[in-house]
């Protein structure tokens, strides 16, 4: 049978081509790849995230786009890919997270929330009318321990220790899989999260970008300028 083009499979998420590809889901994850670098990181007390920015202008408002949000007061995400897709899957987890406060009275489960995410962003691959999300979460938490997972415009999703998406993603990663040790303090793992994601990279004025949270016990907290700088002081 004469195979057709590419461009006859390419328009639906709904139809694989012959040779097994699903076009709208790979190119979904292009936009993920040109992404700003994302890093996550687990410690003994916490998760940690960090994000580049990139300038559009120099009147832009830095602080107007956010790259990581904070979930629940246990759950944080950062994103990597279309903002206003981000927006909507973080608005999809919030709900979720709160959802499964009322209905059971306790903190939803980092992985829990990563799992029935995931399902409905798997469900925009089997719909027709509708696209994927052009975004990749980190999602991380701590319930009993830190916990962090990457979620994909596939619907998969996976546990790290330590995470990166974006553009720098491989660098980023070969870095972390030298260096990263478990369990350790949060401020340690920032740190090497830190490291890993500028190894290499001209970063002038790190408080403008840079952007970073944690999360532990105590609840979710966006780093300061001034902490972002001890990182960049201690890199």
């Known amino acids: 049978m004469q195979q057709q083009p590419q ?25 993920v790849k040109r992404g700003s670098t994302v890093v996550g990181v687990t410690a003994e007390d916490g998760v940690g995230f960090l994000s580049g920015r990139r300038e559009s202008s120099r009147l832009a408002i830095q602080d107007s786009v956010e790259k990581i ?19 909507t899957l ?14 059971y009275e306790e903190p939803m489960h980092v992985e829990t929330l990563a799992r029935d995410l995931s399902t409905r962003i798997h469900g925009y691959t089997q ?9 990749s979460m980190l999602i991380g938490g701590i319930n009993d321990e830190a916990k962090l ?8 999703f996976i546990g ?14 070969e870095q972390l899989e030298d260096n990263f040790e478990t369990q350790l303090p949060l401020d340690e793992a920032l740190a090497l999260g830190y490291q890993a994601m500028t190894e290499d990279q001209q970063i002038e004025e790190p ?11 105590d609840g979710f907290r966006r780093l300061e ?11």
Request: hydrophobic share 35%.
């Open 160 to 173: 790290y220790e330590a995470g990166a998406l974006g553009s720098r993603r491989e660098e980023v990663m």
């Open 69 to 87: 949000f904070r979930v629940d007061d246990h759950i944080g995400a950062a994103s990597c890919g279309l903002v206003a897709d981000a927006r």
């Open 149 to 156: 997972y990457e979620t994909d415009p596939s619907g998969a």
């Open 7 to 31: 461009h006859l499979y390419d328009r639906a998420t709904t139809v694989f081509s012959p040779n097994g590809r699903i076009y709208q889901v790979e190119y979904a994850r292009e936009v």
């Open 127 to 135: 719909t027709g009318g509708a696209r994927p999300f052009g975004v």
């Open 225 to 235: 300028p001034d902490e972002i700088e001890e990182l960049a002081a201690s890199a």
């Open 207 to 217: 408080r403008q970008e840079i952007e970073g949270a944690r999360v532990t016990e």
């Open 90 to 103: 973080v608005d999809m987890a919030r709900n979720l997270s709160a959802g499964n406060k009322i209905r």
